[in-house]
């Protein structure tokens, strides 16, 4: 049973998730940085956290670009959450890949771990971020080989829907994709919910 939550700023929707998840005190999370580390503006990654920690959370980093290969297994495979945090999606996907993390974490979510993905984080669990290029900057991950991301769900989420400074840029990924794709957009204060199969958009 996949469960992922997926939002566009996570402490706008903590409420959201505190209802979609009960019994969070005392519980670990993996807390994922790395989208943001190629990032000049890095605040979503402190309130990301302290909202966890709000909620009794243990939060416990992994920098998936500098950790080790035994550091990445032994943080996914122990923790009761798997969190990505926003950031650029290409450098997120490139590392993933590069560290084997990608594999470790589908393995964990197929397997009924919950993920929670915040904007970069949301956009990695397509099948593939070629659509980002709107929001991210390619140039960011010189190694990506290609497009091709974790492919958890079938749809494609697109985070900041009407929020300003991304309101343009999501306009023309609804433009420029949404007779091809499934787009799911979400603004800051929605999440989409994955659970059984079904998926459902939460919030104003």
């Known amino acids: 049973m996949k469960r992922l939550f997926l939002s566009s700023s996570f402490k706008d929707v903590a409420n959201i998730f505190e209802e979609f998840e009960s019994g969070l005190k005392g519980k670990s999370v993996t807390f994922i940085p790395t989208a943001s580390v190629v990032e000049k503006i890095v605040f979503y990654v402190k309130s990301g956290k302290k909202a966890l920690e709000k909620m009794g959370l243990v939060v416990d ?6 950790a080790s290969q035994e ?29 084997g ?26 099948a593939n971020i070629e659509y980002a290029q709107k929001l991210d900057s390619i140039k960011k991950a010189p190694d990506l080989k290609n497009f091709e991301s974790m492919g958890l769900v ?51």
């Open 101 to 126: 993390a990608g594999k470790i974490i589908a393995e964990q979510v197929n397997n009924g771990k919950l993920f929670i993905g915040e904007s970069a984080g949301a956009m990695i669990v397509s």
């Open 154 to 204: 079938d749809f494609y989420p697109v985070p900041h829907h009407t929020n300003a400074p991304f309101k343009k840029s999501v306009e023309k990924i609804l433009e420029q994709y949404e007779s091809d794709l499934k787009l799911y957009p979400i603004s800051n204060s929605q999440a989409i919910l994955v659970e059984d199969g079904s998926v459902t958009v939460k919030g104003d």
């Open 61 to 66: 980093e992994l920098e998936i670009s500098s």
């Open 71 to 99: 550091e990445i297994m032994e943080k996914l495979t122990k923790n009761d959450y798997i969190y990505i945090t926003g950031g650029n999606t290409f450098f997120l996907l490139q590392e993933l890949k590069r560290s």
